[in-house]
C-alpha cells in the first residue's frame, strides 16, 4: 500500500473514532469541533483527488491539517481567556487537556514500544515529558477556576 493512502486510512482510522466520541457529544446538543470538520472534508477530498493527483492529495492533506491545527489553537485560546469566568468554557478547556494527557501517554507508550533502542527516543520523550509537564500545569489552573466558579 503507498505511504499517501496508508496516511489518509489512519487519518480516518482516527476520526472514526472521534466521529463516534463525537456523535456521542451531538446528541448531548454539542458542535463538531472545527478542527475535524476540516479534517474530514479534506480527507474526502483528498482520498477522490489521489488517483489523479497523488501530489496535490497530500498538498490538500497537509493543508488540512494546518488549518486544523490552528482553528484549535484559536479554540483553545477562546477557551482559555473565557476560563476564569466561564463555568462551560473551563469545563470544555478541561475536557481537552485530559485528552491531551491521554495522548501524551499514548505517544511515550508507541514509542518506548517501535523504537526502544533509537538515540532519537531519548529527546522524543523529553519533549513529551515537557509538553505533559506544561499541560498538568494548565489543568491545575482550570480545576483552579472550576473550584471557583463552583
Same mark, same amino acid.
Request: without cysteine; hydrophobic residues 55%.
Given at each position: 500500500m503507498d505511504t499517501f493512502l +496508508?496516511?489518509?486510512l489512519l487519518v480516518f482510522a &482516527?476520526? @472514526?473514532v472521534v466521529? &463516534? @466520541?463525537q456523535v456521542i457529544s451531538i446528541r448531548r446538543r454539542r458542535k463538531l469541533r472545527t478542527s475535524y470538520k476540516l479534517l474530514l472534508v479534506a480527507a474526502d477530498q483528498a482520498l477522490k483527488l489521489e488517483k489523479k493527483d497523488p501530489a496535490g492529495a497530500q498538498r490538500l492533506m497537509d493543508q488540512a491539517a494546518a488549518a486544523a491545527? &490552528? &482553528?484549535e489553537d *484559536?479554540? *483553545? #485560546?477562546e477557551l482559555r481567556q473565557k476560563a476564569p469566568f466561564d463555568k462551560k468554557a473551563a469545563a470544555e478547556l478541561r475536557k481537552r487537556l485530559v485528552e491531551d494527557l491521554r +495522548?501524551?501517554?499514548a505517544a511515550r507508550r508507541e514509542l518506548q514500544r517501535d523504537s526502544? #533502542?533509537?538515540? /532519537?527516543?531519548a @529527546? +522524543? @520523550?523529553? /519533549?513529551?515529558?515537557? +509538553?505533559e509537564k506544561a499541560t498538568r500545569q494548565r489543568l491545575v489552573e482550570v480545576e483552579t477556576h472550576l473550584q471557583r466558579l463552583g
Open positions: +496508508a496516511q489518509v &482516527a476520526l @472514526l466521529g &463516534a @466520541l491545527a &490552528a &482553528a *484559536r479554540e *483553545r #485560546t +495522548a501524551h501517554v526502544p #533502542t533509537d538515540p /532519537s527516543v @529527546l +522524543a @520523550l523529553g /519533549s513529551i515529558d515537557d +509538553a
